[in-house]
């Protein structure tokens, strides 16, 4: 049975940092891209991140570059996402989802097979 777990989210001031991991068991994590997706009260679910299986090619929207980071530990069968300079807007439940090889080109909650149940960010002072 495919399995995500996040984990590391919680509560951070502003302009703090945050490393999520997404924990993957139940299938070969080397085969499948990995996306992070955000959920923020009364919004819809947004695509934040995406790494492709050979670990050579990412996605991020412009309006994340230069302040996450994806990677991906295929020995331990776990995908990160770090998060810098985090803003009260960054506050929303995250989810981590394992698809085909490629990330798609545009962020789509229809190209992935399986999905955590997603940890709580919260940015506030």
């Known amino acids: 049975q495919p399995q995500l777990v996040e984990s590391g989210g919680g509560l951070v001031q502003p302009g703090g940092s945050l490393r999520l991991s997404c924990a993957t068991s139940?299938?070969?994590?080397?085969?499948?891209?990995i996306g992070w997706f955000r959920q923020a009260p009364w919004k819809e679910r947004e695509g934040v991140s995406c790494?492709?299986?050979?670990?050579?090619?990412?996605y991020y929207p412009d309006s994340l570059k230069g302040r996450f980071t994806i990677s991906r530990d295929n020995a331990k069968s776990t995908v990160y996402l770090q998060m810098n300079s985090l803003k009260p807007e960054d506050h929303a439940v995250y989810y981590c989802?394992?698809?085909?090889?490629?990330?798609?080109?545009?962020?789509?909650?229809?190209?992935?097979?399986?999905w955590g149940q997603g940890p709580q960010v919260t940015v506030s002072s």
């Open positions: 790494i492709s299986s050979s670990d050579t090619s990412t």
């Open positions: 989802a394992a698809g085909p090889p490629s990330c798609p080109l545009v962020p789509a909650t229809e190209w992935y097979d399986y």
């Open positions: 139940g299938f070969t994590l080397d085969y499948y891209a």
